[in-house]
Nanobody, 113 residues
């Protein structure tokens, strides 16, 4: 199983970023996926999840209405669209395969003026 996140970077408050997670080594369309984030010294926080077919999504209260997760099973990729970013969204963002226990290496998102 391999997961590779991309799309992170430095953005000003109120800005947007789109994260991608390219998956390989397993039948991507059979598994739900999750996005987590982690700040140094704190536990990893669940941000969003999406069902295997993409019809069901769930979000942490802290990002509801600002973040949207989606997936393209033909491309074995899951996305996290992040709008109206806040400084408190600064973290390393990881994708995760539910039921496989596999993590990507993460991508840094920094929200700062």
């Amino acid at each position: 199983v391999q997961l590779v996140e991309s799309g992170g970077g430095l953005v000003q408050p109120g800005g947007s970023l789109r994260l991608s997670c390219a998956a390989s080594g397993f039948t991507f369309s059979s598994y739900s996926m999750r996005w987590y984030r982690q700040v140094p010294g704190k536990e990893r926080e669940l941000v969003a999840s999406i069902s295997s077919g993409g019809s069901r999504t769930n979000y942490a209260d802290s990002v509801k209405g600002r973040f949207t997760t989606s997936r393209d099973n033909a491309k074995n990729t899951v996305y996290l669209q992040m709008n109206s970013l806040k400084p408190e969204d600064t973290a390393v963002y990881y994708c995760y395969v539910v039921g496989r226990g596999s993590w990507g290496r993460g991508t840094q998102v920094t929200v700062s003026s």
